[in-house]
C-alpha cells in the first residue's frame, strides 16, 4: 500500500524560528519511514518555502545552513504543496503559525494538517482577546494591560503609571510580547526602572513585525503546563498528567534557557498536588480548550493557588515538540512513546478528515511485518561525570534513532556510582539525572554481570569519567559484549589530554604546547606556575582540565590575575590536575571520523565561538551557537584536516567512531610557514544530541541519523568479532603443542 505523505513545516516567520526547527527535526526523526513518507518543509523567515536537504535537518541553528538553501534546497510554493502531501504536520510557532494565517491559507488549498482550526488559532494567539473570552465564562486569568508601541517616549512613562492604575496592577510584573510564545521577549520587571528596557524587549523581540506588548500581573502559587489530546472516537478530550514548573530562583520565571537547555529546568509530571488538586487542573484545561474550541491537541499553562483557584495564563492550540517537551514528558507518564503520540496526532487527524480507511489498513500490513529476530541493545547514559546531563541528552537520542524495526532498546540509567537501572518511558523524557536518580525503581536495578544475558550489544551513551576512560570499556570486554566505540586503551589515552598530546607529538602530529600542573605544585609553587606559564608562551592561553570535556571548567586567560582566578576554581572542584594551552589562532573545526580499520573522516565544521571558547550554551541550547558545515576554506585544506584528524584516530588506536576537535593554521598564522593543522582533543564517545555536529557532517555525505546509529552498532559488533577471532587464534593450542 501507498505511504501516507507527510509534509512537516518547520521555521515560519516567527521569533520562535530556532524552537520551531527543533520541533521539526523531532517530528522527522519519529516519524515512522515504514507507514510514511516524510517531507521536511522549511519556511524561511521571508515566507519562502524550501524541501528541506535532510543534510541541513540536524543543524543546531537556522544560520548554519540558511545562506545554502537557495543552492541547495529545491524552492517550492504553496499550491504545489497539493501534489507534495497528503497531510501536513505542523512544527512551527508563533506569528504566521499559530495565529489563524497558516491555517487559512491551508483551508483554501484543501491541505489537511495538525491543530485547531481558523478561529481557535486567531483566538488563542491574541491573549488579551483570549482572556476576554475566558471571563466571560468564569475562566479565571491575570490582569493585564495592553501597551501598543507608542509613536513618542515623551510623557509615555508618566501616562503608562496612570494605565497600570487604573488596570489595578502593581509590582512585580511580567510584560511579554503580545503574540509570542516560548518565553521568548518575556521579562519580570519588579520596579519603573526596569518597565521600559521590558517593554522594548517586548515590543522588538521580532525586529521586522513590531507588536504590542502585555503587561500582566504576576500570579504566584504552582505553576503548571497541561497538554490534552482529543478522542477522536468518542469525541471527548484525554487529559495527560500536568507538569509541575518550578524556575530558576535568581529568574523568577520559567524563560528561554530553563526551557530548552538540558540540565537546567525543575519539572514534575504528575505535578506534586493531590490527586483531587490535579483533576480540577485537568478539568479547568478541557473547559478552556471548549471554550476556545481547540481541536487535536491543547497546552495549558496556569497557575494553582494556594486556595486552590486554577488561573488561566496561556492557552495553546500547538505545543513544543523538542525531544523534552512538555508533549512528550506528559504523555511518557502513558506510557506512550514519541513515535506513538506522533501518530496518534496524525490518526486523530485522518479520522475527521475521512482519511483513516487507508491508515488502518496499513496498520494491519505493519503488524504482520515486524521482524522477529531483533537485536537487544542496552543505551548506558548518566554516569558519574560533570557531563551527566548532556549524556542523558545522547541517551534518550540513541534510544529513539534506534530503529524499532531493527532492535529491542533497554534504557539503563548509570547513577553517580556506576549502578545500572531499567527505567521506563515516563523516566526517560525527564530533564535532569537528578530527577531520574530520585524516581528510579530499585527493583529495576540491573547488576553488570546480568547484561549478557539481557543484551546482545551495549550502546555507551556516557561521556567523561568511567564511562569514557576505560573503565567501563574494560567491564564490557571482561563480560564479552559487543560496544560501540574504541576500545580500552585507546579510551583511557584520549581521556587524557596531555598524555594524548605526548603521543601525538611523537608521530609528528601538531598539538598545542602544553603545562600540567598538579595541585600539590600549584599549592605549594604558585608564583613559579605562573611564571613557567608566562615564559613557555604567555598570554592568552587556555586552562582547562585534562580529564573533562563539553567545555567543563574551560578558560581562556590574558593576565597572571585570571590564572590565578581559574586555577583555584578548576582546582578546588576536586580535580588533581590542571592543563595549561598556548592559544592557538586559525580556525577552529570539528570532525568526526568514522571506521576501524580503515577509517574515514567526514566534512569538517568551523566551530563559532562568541568569547572565544566554545561554550555549554553554544553547543547545546537550540539557536545558540553555530556550526559552518563544511567549513569555509579551500578544498586543499579542507583535505589537509581530515587526514591530520585520520593520522590522529590512527595513531590513538581508537575504532567505531570519534569526534577530533582541532585549528586550522594557514601558512602565515602557522609558526612553521607551512599549513598546518594542530589537534586539540579526541573525543571518544563524542555527544549523539539531536543536533549534534556528527549528524551534520554525516547528513553532507548522505547519511541520515539513523543510518548512522546502525552504523555504530555495526562497527561495534565488527571490532568485537575481530577482537574474538584474534583471541581464539592466540589462545589456540600451537601444532607442537599437541601430544600424540
Not at 537556522?62 to 504553496?78: G, K, M, T
Not at 541520515?704 to 587464534?729: C, N, R, W, Y
Amino acid at each position: 500500500m501507498q505511504k501516507i505523505r507527510v509534509g512537516v513545516l518547520m521555521g515560519g516567520m516567527s521569533a520562535e524560528q530556532e524552537v520551531s526547527f527543533n520541533s521539526g527535526r523531532t517530528i522527522c526523526d519519529h516519524l515512522d519511514t515504514n507507514r510514511y513518507t516524510v517531507i521536511p518543509i522549511f519556511q524561511r523567515y521571508d515566507g519562502a518555502l524550501f524541501i528541506l536537504p535532510y543534510k541541513f535537518l540536524h543543524r543546531g541553528k537556522i544560520s548554519d545552513f540558511i545562506d545554502r538553501l537557495e543552492s541547495e534546497a529545491e524552492l517550492i510554493n504553496w499550491d504545489a504543496l497539493r501534489s507534495l502531501v497528503d497531510f501536513l504536520y505542523l512544527a512551527v510557532h508563533g506569528t504566521y503559525a499559530e495565529d489563524g494565517t497558516l491555517q487559512g491559507m491551508l483551508e483554501l488549498l484543501g491541505i489537511p494538517y495538525l491543530g485547531s482550526r481558523v478561529y481557535a488559532s486567531a483566538v488563542c494567539m491574541d491573549k488579551s482577546y483570549t482572556k476576554k473570552i475566558l471571563c466571560m465564562h468564569g475562566i479565571v486569568v491575570p490582569r493585564d494591560l495592553t501597551v501598543p508601541v507608542p509613536s513618542a517616549m515623551d510623557g509615555f512613562l508618566d501616562t503608562l503609571k496612570i494605565q497600570l492604575q487604573e488596570a489595578a496592577l502593581d509590582y512585580p510584573l511580567i510584560v511579554k510580547p503580545y503574540g509570542e510564545g516560548s518565553s521568548i521577549g518575556v521579562s519580570l520587571v519588579h520596579d519603573a526602572t526596569a518597565l521600559i528596557p521590558a517593554l522594548k524587549k517586548a515590543w522588538y523581540v521580532n525586529t521586522c513585525k513590531p507588536q504590542p506588548a502585555l503587561v500582566e500581573a504576576c500570579i504566584t502559587g504552582m505553576e503548571f503546563s497541561c497538554i490534552l489530546l482529543r478522542d477522536y472516537r468518542n469525541n471527548c478530550w484525554l487529559p495527560l498528567p500536568p507538569t509541575e514548573v518550578v524556575p530558576e530562583p535568581q529568574i523568577g520565571f520559567f524563560d528561554y534557557e530553563q526551557k530548552y537547555m538540558p540540565g537546567r529546568s525543575h519539572k514534575f509530571t504528575p505535578a506534586r498536588c493531590p490527586e483531587e488538586e490535579i483533576k480540577k487542573i485537568q478539568e479547568t484545561c478541557m473547559h478552556v480548550s471548549d471554550i476556545l474550541e481547540i481541536r487535536t491537541i491543547s497546552r495549558i499553562d496556569g497557575f494553582l493557588q494556594r486556595d486552590g483557584t486554577v488561573v488561566i495564563i496561556d492557552p495553546n492550540t500547538l505545543s513544543g515538540m523538542g525531544p523534552a517537551s512538555f508533549l512528550f514528558r506528559e504523555a511518557a507518564e502513558c506510557n506512550m512513546s514519541h513515535t506513538d503520540v506522533i501518530n496518534y496526532l496524525i490518526e486523530a487527524e485522518l479520522y475527521q478528515y475521512g482519511m483513516s480507511v487507508g491508515f488502518e489498513r496499513m496498520q494491519a500490513t505493519e503488524k504482520g511485518s515486524m521482524s522477529t529476530h531483533k537485536k537487544r541493545v542496552a543505551v548506558l547514559f548518566g554516569g558519574d561525570s560533570n557531563e551527566r546531563e548532556i549524556s542523558l541528552e545522547s541517551g534518550r537520542n540513541i534510544v529513539y534513532k534506534l530503529s524499532p524495526h531493527h532492535y529491542t532498546v533497554m534504557p539503563l540509567f548509570v547513577t553517580d556510582t556506576m549502578e545500572l537501572y531499567h527505567i521506563n518511558q515516563s523516566l526517560i523524557v525527564r530533564n535532569s539525572t537528578h530527577e531520574i536518580n530520585s524516581l528510579r525503581d530499585r527493583a529495576e536495578k540491573i547488576e553488570w554481570s546480568a547484561l549478557p544475558t539481557l543484551v546482545d550489544f551495549v550502546f555507551i551513551g556516557l561521556h567523561g569519567g568511567k564511562g569514557e576512560n576505560g573503565a567501563v570499556q574494560g567491564a564490557l570486554e571482561m563480560l564479552k559484549l559487543p560496544y560501540n566505540g574504541s576500545g580500552i586503551i585507546a579510551s583511557a589515552l584520549c581521556m587524557d589530554k596531555y598524555k594524548t598530546n605526548e603521543l601525538l607529538h611523537s608521530h609528528n602530529i601538531p598539538t598545542p604546547r602544553n603545562i600540567l600542573i598538579s595541585k600539590s605544585q600549584w599549592e605549594q609553587e604558585a608564583q613559579q606556575v605562573i611564571t613557567h606559564i608566562t615564559n613557555s608562551f604567555g598570554f592568552p592561553c587556555i586552562i582547562k582540565p585534562p580529564d573533562d570535556g563539553c567545555s567543563v571548567l574551560v578558560s581562556r586567560v590574558s593576565t597572571t590575575e585570571e590564572v590565578v582566578a581559574a586555577l583555584d576554581a578548576l582546582l578546588s572542584t576536586g580535580k588533581l590536575y590542571a592543563l595549561v594551552e598556548e592559544f592557538i589562532q586559525g580556525m577552529e573545526l570539528t570532525i568526526g571520523v568514522i571506521g576501524n580499520e580503515r577509517p574515514y573522516a567526514l566534512p569538517p565544521s568551523q566551530a563559532v565561538a562568541a568569547q572565544g571558547i566554545l561554550s555549554l550554551v553554544e553547543k547545546f541550547l537550540p539557536g545558540a551557537g553555530q556550526n559552518i558545515t563544511p567549513a569555509p576554506l579551500p578544498a586543499e585544506a579542507l583535505l589537509l584536516a581530515q587526514e591530520t584528524v585520520v593520522a590522529a584516530y590512527k595513531a590513538t588506536g581508537c575504532s567505531g567512531y570519534a569526534r577530533i576537535d582541532c585549528f586550522y593554521q594557514d601558512a602565515k598564522q602557522s609558526p612553521t610557514g607551512k599549513p598546518r593543522t594542530v589537534i586539540l582533543e579526541i573525543n571518544t564517545l563524542p555527544a549523539l544530541t539531536p543536533a549534534t555536529c556528527l549528524f551534520h557532517q554525516a547528513a553532507e555525505v548522505g547519511i541520515k541519523p539513523m543510518e548512522l546509529i546502525d552504523t555504530i552498532v555495526e562497527l561495534g559488533f565488527e571490532k568485537h568479532a575481530t577482537s574474538a577471532q584474534h583471541s581464539e587464534q592466540q589462545n589456540a593450542p600451537h601444532v607442537g603443542d599437541l601430544s600424540l
